[in-house]
């Protein structure tokens, strides 16, 4: 990254967290037009657009993300040491509970039992199960972060941009579905729509975001099979001839394995955004800072072991 003004980070950090050119320009207490302007700037020294409108909001171009995984730790940790002394990791007893769905251990709590293992052994970690009810867990005070999906835009949730969770369809290596791949490889969508699919459902909806986009062309798949935990996935598709399309976090190690095969689609599903959340009374807590660096960095490691898994440059 070329030399670049401290002052732009932060904005950049701000927009990022915000997911809006306004909410960022009050984040920071600054004029949107000024926050407008520092884009602008920004554009010129990345060579690349950064933001693209999205709805009513706008979300961050693949070069953007790189970008934030490497500033935003040692963003996080410049607050952390301007912040008054009191945290302690090595002594201190807090327990902190996180929201988040179910994520592969890898991802978050193994690394994190480990730091504190090694680091902090009298810290408590707690998971706490959300679906619909992350911006009600913060704003009660029942969970210090959620690791989610989060399109909302309360003033009082703070959001930080983790990770894209990418999507892949995933089949045992003797589907009978692969001898109809066509020259390139990839699964024709006339043949995708025989099949009979297997998908996560937390809420018992047979739908997701493959059905939306199929319902844009007029077309509706067969969900044969609904569960509620992503652990369920690879034990299932190994073992029957159903399709999964899921986030390639939860078929990674089978694919590595290849006790499952990863099957090109004909069609394009965008990655969700995921995204570490808090609420703002606990933005300059200490603790919560470093919680949210940890985490930060075990999400960054993890996603880029597994964007080099399946290929990618940017997970």
Known sequence: MPSVDLNLLVIFDAIMMESSITGAATRIGMTQPAVSNAVARM???????LFVKQGRGIRPTPHAEHLWQEIRNPLLAIR????ENGFNPST?????RIGATEHPPEMIWLPLRKVIEAEAPGISIHSVPIHRNTEAL?????VDLAVHYYVGSHPKICASWLFSNKLACAVRPEHPLLQALDSDGVLPLEQYMKEDH?????SGEARGNVDDVLAQSGLKRKIAMTVNHFSLIPSILKDSDLVCVTPQSVVASDV???TLVVVPLSFDIEPAPISL???TRQDRDPGNIWMRQL???FANAETAKIAAWFGDDVL
């Open 256 to 258: 590595r394995a290849g």
């Open 277 to 279: 959340l808090w609420h």
């Open 138 to 142: 913060l704003l009660e005070a029942s």
């Open 295 to 297: 985490i930060s960095s």
């Open 92 to 96: 201190s007893t807090r327990e902190f």
């Open 198 to 202: 297997l998908m996560v459902s937390l």
């Open 80 to 83: 952390q040491a301007s912040t």
């Open 43 to 49: 554009r010129v020294i990345w060579k690349d657009p």
